[in-house]
């Protein structure tokens, strides 16, 4: 069992920056997919950045250029810097985890964190 906590989410003006962690209670160096997932109100959950337990990083096309997804092994934990953050970027944010071998935006995860929430304002 993966327990996920994240944290650093909070309100900035459009064109700011925050940066979430997603602490893990178990290693998920060797054989884990993590990911950085959103849902905005009213709308479907959206995967936002992939990292594998060897290092491949995937990025929406939303994202791409202004997110940075990182990982430290040792404290085992996920994070995310967001940059350039737009209104469109407002939404929760979910930590996820999985043991299987594919590592997508599209698919199921096995753990999920609680999730911090991103206010953009305009």
């Known amino acids: 069992q993966v327990q996920l906590v994240e944290s650093g989410g909070g309100s900035v003006q459009a064109g700011g920056s925050l940066r979430l962690s997603c602490a893990a209670t178990?290693?998920?160096?060797?054989?884990?997919?993590m990911a950085w997932f959103r849902q905005a109100p009213e709308k479907e959950r959206e995967g936002v950045a992939t990292?594998?337990?060897?290092?491949?990083?995937n990025y929406a096309n939303s994202v791409k250029g202004r997110f940075t997804i990182s990982k430290d092994n040792a404290k085992n934990t996920l994070y995310l810097q967001m940059g350039t953050l737009q209104p469109e970027d407002t939404a929760m944010y979910y930590c996820?985890?999985?043991?299987?071998?594919?590592?997508?935006?599209?698919?199921?995860?096995?753990?999920w964190g609680q999730g911090t929430q991103v206010t953009v304002s305009s």
């Open positions: 178990t290693d998920t160096s060797s054989s884990y997919c």
């Open positions: 996820a985890a999985d043991s299987g071998w594919a590592c997508g935006l599209d698919m199921e995860y096995d753990y």
């Open positions: 990292y594998d337990f060897d290092g491949t990083i």
